[in-house]
């Protein structure tokens, strides 16, 4: 008989962190479609990250106060740190466009910016069934042949950066940080569905 039971507000908490990664991929999905709206969208991404934050922050607090966790402590640190990560990349992403004023389209960032969004609803999804290893496991090879296929793009689109003739430096510096930047993030969401793996296997 268990005598104390389990604090499971944590899949809530995880839920919510999990909407916030999709909230924040969609809206940068839209700066990089409509760059001369920078500022309306790189402002609705840093209310998300900073919701995002607080909700961290509660299962971090919720960790110490609770006796029993539905998951090790270690997983349930180490899975809102990934998830929380990402948004905060995101953030970072747009405030660098922000910051280098970026008012141009360009369809390689509106194509890495897409496939952000795609990985960012797998780990939704797969979060919602963190304690189902096959669901889990289907987002996560989802999120993997996304993420080669951003590599892909980012290659080619930093090479082409490269091989402009009479470009401006300051233009290829600039988006090839932004570029990295987006690589990043997308590569971050594979590291979080290899948590998800990892965490999934042992509860399911």
Known sequence: MRLIPKD?????????IGSKIVKSAAVLDQLFSEPTRM??????????????????????TRID????TPLDREDIHMLATALDTVVDLIDGTARRALMFNVTDRKEPAKALSALI????VCIEQAVKAVRDSKAVA?????????EEEGDAIYSDAVGALFRMPGADPLEVLKWKELYDNLEHALDE???????LESISLKNS
């Open 8 to 16: 499971e507000g944590f899949f809530e908490l995880f839920d919510a």
């Open 39 to 60: 500022d309306f969208y790189a402002t609705q991404i840093k209310l998300i990250e900073r919701e995002a934050d607080e909700i961290t922050h509660e299962v971090m």
């Open 65 to 68: 106060r609770s006796f029993v």
């Open 117 to 120: 969004l795609r990985s960012a």
């Open 138 to 146: 289907l987002a996560a090879r989802e999120v993997k042949i996304i």
């Open 189 to 195: 969401c594979d590291d979080v569905m290899n948590v």
